[in-house]
């Protein structure tokens, strides 16, 4: 539809209207500024909205130039923590709205008949079901773009942990031969990897700040001390809680690692005062003295208490 994107007007404020070939005048609200774009494509969702979007590059953010840099350490009961010391979680649907899902899918299973086609009934309750999914897609959305956009205003160097997330969420059904194990919590697992936005956050935030997000390794980052470099197992005593087996520092875990993303602990910059980062050392000795690398200083003085979480809204 290239040559035909030239015939768009602007009608008001929040309305326009574009000429599609073999349908005519179409309108279509203005949810930003109108761009001068080559082309347009016309799509339906399964909620049976339609949308019109036009290809136009958007513009990254440049770098604030204050040399900070932050780690995002991405989980299912938290989306997205960061070594500032703040939780962000994914939103999704409300209470009253997964009852209401749930008692539509009941609804819609019911209504299936084996075999046959369709009932109207049936593609009603479908759709009910699909605006549901539409809203909480959306709702995350949403949620990405704000938080990518705030991080990428405010830090030089966006650090996350390097994971296939389409491995991750593979299903594990196996054949029939050989079918899996445990497919049910596997299934909800990758349910709430899905729902937490993994892929999306990184994506968005590579379009963002190109060159600024760097892909470190998640080896050990939730079993390492940010504070003694420590790093064993039964450091980590819970979803939620950290506690150093050798210095005692406790913190919220995925800030732990979200700081030790920070600090790139893969690259050998997190290390004791003995210079040792074997799993086998002493648990008695005496915390690090080294300085954190330069361009992350600003990670000596968070407040990593446990259960702390962000009260700051993404801008």
């Not at 759709?127 to 956009?149: F, G, H, P, Y």
Request: charged content about 30%.
């Amino acid at each position: 539809m290239g040559g035909q994107a030239r015939r768009v007007e602007r009608l008001s404020r929040k309305w326009a209207r574009v000429l599609i070939p073999k349908v005519g005048w179409v309108r279509f609200r203005l949810t930003r500024p109108l761009p001068a774009a080559a082309s347009y494509r016309v799509t339906r969702d399964r909620a049976g909205r339609w949308h019109i979007g036009f290809a136009v590059v958007p513009p990254t953010i440049p770098a604030p130039g204050t040399g900070k840099v932050v780690g995002i350490d991405r989980g299912v009961k938290v989306a997205a923590a960061t070594s500032d010391g703040a939780l962000h979680r994914a939103p999704g649907l409300a209470r009253g709205e997964r009852e209401r899902l749930r008692r539509l899918q009941k609804k819609a299973a019911r209504q299936h008949v084996r075999g046959r086609p369709a009932s109207n009934r049936l593609r009603r309750t479908r759709r009910q079901i699909a605006v549901l999914r539409a809203r909480e897609v959306d709702r995350r959305k949403n949620w990405v773009e704000q938080l990518t956009t705030r991080l990428a205003r405010e830090y030089d160097v966006i650090r996350v942990e390097d994971l296939n997330v389409k491995a991750m969420t593979r299903t594990a059904g196996g054949t029939l031969a050989e079918p899996g194990r445990n497919v049910r919590q596997k299934a909800g697992l990758n349910r709430g990897i899905l729902a937490s936005g993994w892929g999306q956050l990184v994506r968005r935030l590579e379009d963002k700040a190109p060159g600024r997000v760097e892909k470190v390794s998640a080896a050990y980052t939730s079993q390492t001390c940010a504070a003694c470099g420590h790093r064993a197992p039964e450091n980590r005593e819970s979803q939620a809680v950290f506690r150093c087996a050798a210095c005692g520092h406790t913190a919220h875990a995925d800030i732990n690692a979200a700081i030790n993303i920070a600090i790139n602990i893969a690259a050998g910059r997190a290390v004791t005062a003995r210079g040792d980062l074997d799993t086998s050392r002493s648990t008695k000795r005496e915390p690090s003295t080294l300085s954190p690398p330069s361009g992350v200083k600003q990670l000596e003085s968070l407040d990593v208490s446990p259960g702390r979480t962000s009260s700051r809204q993404p801008t």
